[in-house]
Every structure is written in C-alpha cells, then in structure tokens.
C-alpha cells in the first residue's frame, strides 16, 4: 500500500514511474511540523529496537541508527566515520520493528535524515527544500516495503554478463603500452581479466569525447587488439566541459545555450581538470540528446562501457570563490593579526572546493522552468548518467552497455550503475562496502560495488586478499586505485598465486552470481540481502551487519579485520560450509544453526550453502569471453528433490523475457538415491 502527499510544487525528478494518485488521508506515522520560517520537518518517535534500512550509498552501518545523514551529491575523497553526505542521494528508509513502513522523500534538493543523533529515539526528516513528495509504504515486513519501492521506481539497469568479470583500473593507465602491459601481466600470470579502465589521462587536455593522439595512436585499432585478447576497455567522462576555442563540446555547448547558466546570463564557470569549464545543462533534455550522442565518438572506436565522474559536480574553485578568498587575504592585517580573521582567511582557502554558495549561483533550464541548481542538485549526476544512457538506447539498441556514474540519485538505478567514489585502503572500508551493499540494493542499485584494495592509501597484500575475498561476490568488481598510491594491481602485491586462485573462484561462480543478479533485476529484488530479510523471525539475525544472503543459495561472511585467522559466523539454520581455496580446491563442512568460529586463511573464502538449496559452478576461465557454460558441478545441501532455477542469456542482447532463459537445475531421487537432473551436462554432483 503505498500513499503519496505532495507539498509545494516539486519538479518531476523522474524517480518514480508508477502513476500515484495524492492521498487524502492524513499522513500516518509521521508528525508534520512546519517551523517559524515555513519549512517542513518530519518526526517519528522510534521504539528501542527498531531498525531503520536504507539510504542507499550513505555512511555507518546497515542499521541507520544513532547518525545524521544530509543526502546532498558530495565529493568526499575522505570518507571518514563522520561524513554526513556521500557521492549519492537516496532519500529512502524503512522503519522495521513492531510497525513496518517505508518512506521515501523524493526531492531534488539536500534532505537530512536525523536518525536518533539529536535524541536516540527520534527521527527528523528535514527536507531543505518546500518542493517535494513524500511516500508512505506499508507493507507486511521490511523486505516486502522494499520490494513494492522497487516496482515504484521501475526496473533497475541490466549491465552486460562480460561486466562480472574482474575489472584493473588505476589513476591513471597513461597509454596504449601501459594498458598492454596490464594485461600482459593478468594473462601471463593466469590472473582472470576483463576490462581495463582508461581514466582521465587518455583524453586530450582533459577534453570530453577526445583521446591523446600521442598516448593512443590509433585508437580503434587498440581497442580491438585488447577485444581480441577478452578485454574491454573503459573510459572515463568528467561532467564538466573545458572552455577552449575550437573545442566542439565547447563551441556547441555555448551555439546551442546548453550550459548552466548564472544570474546575468553568462555561462557558469568552474575550474576542475581541464581548468575552466562550463557545466552541460543535463536537466534540460535537449542538453541531455546533445551530451548523450556524443559517447558515439567513442563507441564509434569500439568502447562498450563508460564511468561518469566529477558529476557531483565537483569543482575545485570558481572566480567568486577565489576573489573572496583574494579580498579577505588583502584584508589581512599583519600587525594586528586578528586570529578570527586568520581562521576565516584559511577556511576559505581550504574551502574553496564544492562551495554551497557556488552551487545557489548558477541554473537550469528544465524544459522551459529555470531552476536554481541547489533545489535540484541531487538530480546532476543522475541525470548525465540518463543523457548516456538515452543515448545507448540509440547508438545501440540491442546490445547492452556497461554503465555507471559516481553521482546518483533514486531514478537514475534505471540508467547505470554506481561504484561508491573515493574510498582508503583501510580495512574500515573494506566493512563499510559490506555494509552498504544491501543498502544500495534497497534503493534499486544492484549492479554496484567498491574500489577494491581501496582508492586512497597504501593498499597491503592482505587488505587487498581480503577485500578481493569480498568482491567476488559483487556484480562490479573493480580495483581501483589513485596517482600516487602504492601499485595495486594483483602482480604488484606478491605472489600471484592466491590473488589467482581467488580470481579463479569468481569466474566460476559468474553463472550463479549473473543469474541471481539478472533475477533481482527483472522482479524488482534484491541480489545482497541482510540476514533479517530471509529470517525475519530471528532475532539474533536481526542485529547481524557483516554477513550477507546472496541471491536464493548462499550466505557470505568475510573476513574483515588484519591478522585475523577466521571469524565468527552465526548460522540462522543449518548450512554447508564451502572453504574455497581456488576454484577447485575446498573443503566441505556441515553445520548446525548457532554461532560457529570459522577459519579462514588469507587465501581462503569461506561461503554457506542453505539447507535445501544447491550451488552450480562452472570451469574457471581467463575472461568471460571464454567461459564455458555448458558443463556444470553442484554443490547440493539436501536430503530431499530440490529445484533451482538459473537465469542465464547471451549477455548482452536485452531479450530478458524469453522463457529459454531459464535453465533448471534439480536433484530428484531416481533409483532410491538422489541424483542431479539438468539441461547442461553435470560434471560432478557433490551432495551433503
Ligand atoms: O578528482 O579521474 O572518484 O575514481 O580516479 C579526482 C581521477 C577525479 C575521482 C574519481 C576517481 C578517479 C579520479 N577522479
């Protein structure tokens, strides 16, 4: 049940595709209080041991409890435990204890969510904003709140099977030999490898659309010479457009008034890489057809996947920042040397990046309605993200493309994927991505995931093990890593054996991961759940924040901390302990419901078969190119027939619907004993 009251007069955001009618009920559970200045806050009185979900990409634990979160598109390179804001905006929580109900406030504009930090109990809603829509859903558990969300805001975006595959990247692979070299390194060290990215060195100059014709000779030939290999290349686009004379984006962008523009007219101007540059206008949707038919430079030269950065957007300064920061400098008197006047004076040096005061000053043209760009902030990233994917949509209809932005908003799940921005290389992180994970899939971002090893810092060989331990379960496995960080590719870090063998786990286990992930995809489900979702009944499950279901077989519960040799993990039933050590190699162990101590080595990933479900593998390969999936090994935890359904397709047409998409897979007593029965060939049944 899902009611929907509107206040003000907000633009349409898009995140929404259900045709709502506005409810005339009073609204229910939360308390409406409007303040002295006429705008809106929202309380609700929370018991003890209510769970607040959801947020999507945002700070802390699953459980939102005990923090404040301003949901405002921010670059945050440092994401410390006390950061407020991330790279997305996801406006969506459910409140699950003896009342469960969902609350999305859709809403261009910064709103806070003060989940018990001003008082434990109490939680505010505070919308910065008079324009926005509240929707109240009711449902009979939180997952169930979370499933009628999902069909509310439309099907999330499909990414190709080939993006499972384990991805390099780094700031930055400055040329056609260094990406050989990359690659040459994966293959001869028999470490999988699909994609390589290109970040933003490749360009010229920092210019959308251009490649360095000195770094990258002849680019679409380069780009099929790593195809030929099993590799696809990835280049990055930054929002912001360099101001250069004879720069098509540039001329263009200003002939056909498509950038943000500022009170007097002019177009607004920023410095980020390129220097100057002007922002496209992507709330306007000539702007958007325009950025969006440029990506076809690129897939005209063979590139089939993109990441959108800098689309907070991020600034590094604007000529008003910097000539207030110039008149308070010049102001500065030495001989009294004021120390409020000296802290001002440093503030806004320092401040000078992503100003809140730069952002009220310029505008977008929504189709006729000129909006100032802090109402609408939140929907920038989101909405460059759309531009691409509008785009695709008719650059190449039938075939999917790999897609995904740094800035977000709930809407843009439909268009790309995110990866969640700056984070260290500190085991902190390495939790916070497991903790986020069910989260970002709540708001309807499944294909997703973390730099892994970490973007900031000095990565080790066991923090990258460990986190690689992790992100093979995630549908963007990515190693990312920044200028100036210690090397964090696999063959950088040691011996190769075990980032191999861990590698080698992953792409057998693509078919079972795309399968589950295409599933929550095409019925509005979630691929990662928390433990609370399947045993809403538990209570001990209830509290649990490191371990997580993924899709309808297996639980996962990494390992986090350095030094540790294991961990504990509570089963809410009995399961199967699968420790792999490559794809091969593993032993079995059963175990009862409770609290169990896992060992797990540094080179090993421990993984929970349910009761009555089974695992299918297939062979290890050194890119999904080559992946056979005609031949399959269960892994099977049952004493009874048992079905499982595999979705499975060619990757990358969109025919999602065609029935002989699924493949099935069931273990059926024949002859007095239990045996496997498939359409694919079973090469070995191992049966607990
Ligand atoms: O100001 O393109 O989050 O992944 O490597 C930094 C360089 C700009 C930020 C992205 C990061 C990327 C980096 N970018």
């Known amino acids: 049940m899902i009611k929907k009251y509107m206040y003000g007069s907000p633009v349409n955001t898009g995140a929404v595709i259900e045709n709502i009618?506005?409810?005339?009920?009073?609204m229910?559970?939360?308390?409406?209080?409007?303040?002295?200045?006429?705008?809106?806050?929202?309380?609700?009185?929370?018991?003890?041991?209510?769970?607040v979900y959801g947020l999507g990409e945002a700070n802390r634990g699953l459980n939102k409890r005990g923090y404040i979160y301003e949901n405002n598109c921010t670059d945050v390179p440092d994401q410390?435990?006390?950061?407020?804001?991330?790279?997305?905006?996801?406006?969506?929580?459910?409140?699950?204890?003896?009342?469960?109900?969902?609350?999305?406030?859709?809403?261009?504009?910064?709103?806070?969510?003060?989940?018990?930090?001003?008082?434990?109990?109490?939680?505010?809603?505070?919308?910065?904003?008079?324009?926005?829509?509240?929707?109240?859903?009711?449902?009979?558990?939180?997952?169930?709140i979370v499933k009628q969300f999902r069909g509310l805001i439309g099907r999330s975006y499909i990414a190709p099977r080939w993006a499972f595959g384990y991805q390099q990247s780094r700031w930055s692979y400055e040329n056609e030999d260094e990406v050989r070299q990359v690659v040459k390194n994966h293959r001869e060290n028999n470490i999988p490898l699909d994609a390589v990215y290109l970040d933003i060195d490749y360009m010229e100059g920092y210019k959308d659309f251009t490649v360095s014709e000195e770094r990258f000779p002849d680019f679409p030939q380069f780009v099929q010479e790593m195809r030929d290999e099993g590799i696809r290349l990835i280049p990055i686009i930054d929002a912001g457009v360099k101001i250069e004379n004879g720069y098509e984006l540039y001329e263009e962008g200003r002939q056909y008034q498509f950038f943000c523009k500022k009170t007097d007219g002019t177009d607004f101007v920023a410095s980020v890489w390129p220097g100057r540059t002007h922002f496209p206008d992507f709330l306007n949707s000539n702007a958007r057809m325009w950025f969006g038919s440029k990506y076809k430079k690129l897939t005209d030269a063979g590139i089939e996947g993109f990441w959108n950065d800098m689309n907070e957007p991020a600034m590094f300064n604007t000529p008003e920042g910097i000539n207030e920061a110039v008149e308070t400098q010049k102001s500065f008197d030495f001989s009294t040397n004021d120390s409020g006047k000296f802290f001002e004076l440093g503030g806004m040096v320092t401040g000078l990046a992503n100003r809140e005061k730069d952002y009220q000053s310029f505008f977008h043209n929504m189709d006729g309605k000129i909006v100032r760009h802090d109402q609408v902030h939140n929907l920038y990233g989101y909405n460059m993200t759309r531009a691409a994917s509008e785009a695709f949509d008719h650059i190449s209809p039938d075939k999917r493309m790999l897609l995904f932005s740094r800035a977000s908003y709930i809407g843009m799940h439909r268009y790309g994927g995110i990866w969640t921005g700056d984070n260290q290389s500190w085991w902190s992180h390495l939790l916070l991505n497991i903790k986020m994970m069910p989260s970002l899939n709540m708001c309807g971002f499944l294909y997703s995931g973390a730099d892994l090893g970490g973007f900031g810092c000095n990565c080790t060989r066991d923090l990258l093990l460990r986190w690689l331990a992790f992100g093979i379960f995630t549908p963007l496995m990515r190693n990312h890593s920044a200028k100036g960080t210690r090397r964090q590719e696999c063959y950088n870090l040691g011996e190769t054996e075990e980032f191999k063998n861990i590698l080698s786990i992953r792409y057998s286990l693509i078919p079972y991961l795309y399968s589950e992930y295409m599933k929550a995809c095409l019925n509005d489900d979630m691929f990662f759940k928390p433990l609370s979702f399947e045993y809403?009944?538990?209570?001990?499950?209830?509290?649990?924040?490191?371990?997580?279901?993924?899709?309808?077989?297996?639980?996962?519960?990494?390992?986090?901390?350095q030094n540790a040799r294991g961990r504990y993990v509570y089963l809410p039933e009995d399961m199967l302990l699968v420790i792999f050590k490559s794809s091969s190699q593993r032993r079995f162990q059963q175990l009862k419901k409770?609290?169990?101590?896992?060992?797990?080595?540094?080179d090993e990933v421990p993984l929970f078969i349910r009761k009555n479900k089974m695992l299918p593998l297939c062979r290890t390969s050194e890119c999904t190119d080559k992946m056979d999936t005609s031949m399959f090994e269960i892994i099977a935890y049952t004493s009874e027939n048992i079905e499982f359904e595999m979705y499975e397709d060619d990757g990358v047409s969109k025919n999602y619907d065609d029935p002989k998409n699924m493949v099935h897979f069931a273990i059926r007593e024949l002859d007095g004993q239990l045996g496997a029965v498939s359409d694919k060939t079973i090469v070995k049944l191992s049966l607990f």
Do not use: W
Not at 28 to 44: A, M, P, S, V, W
């Open 28 to 51: 229910q559970y939360l308390n409406e209080i409007i303040d002295k200045d006429g705008n809106y806050l929202f309380t609700y009185l929370m018991n003890d041991d209510d769970i």
């Open 80 to 144: 410390t435990e006390d950061k407020r804001s991330f790279y997305g905006a996801h406006n969506f929580i459910v409140l699950s204890g003896m009342i469960s109900v969902g609350i999305f406030v859709d809403c261009g504009a910064k709103v806070t969510f003060d989940i018990g930090y001003t008082a434990y109990n109490m939680l505010k809603i505070i919308p910065s904003s008079p324009d926005f829509t509240v929707y109240i859903i009711e449902g009979r558990s939180a997952y169930d």
């Open 594 to 602: 409770g609290l169990h101590y896992i060992p797990a080595a540094l």
């Open 21 to 26: 009618e506005l409810s005339e009920d009073p």
């Open 536 to 561: 809403p009944a538990d209570d001990f499950a209830r509290n649990i924040e490191d371990q997580l279901m993924v899709g309808e077989s297996i639980m996962i519960a990494p390992v986090y901390e």
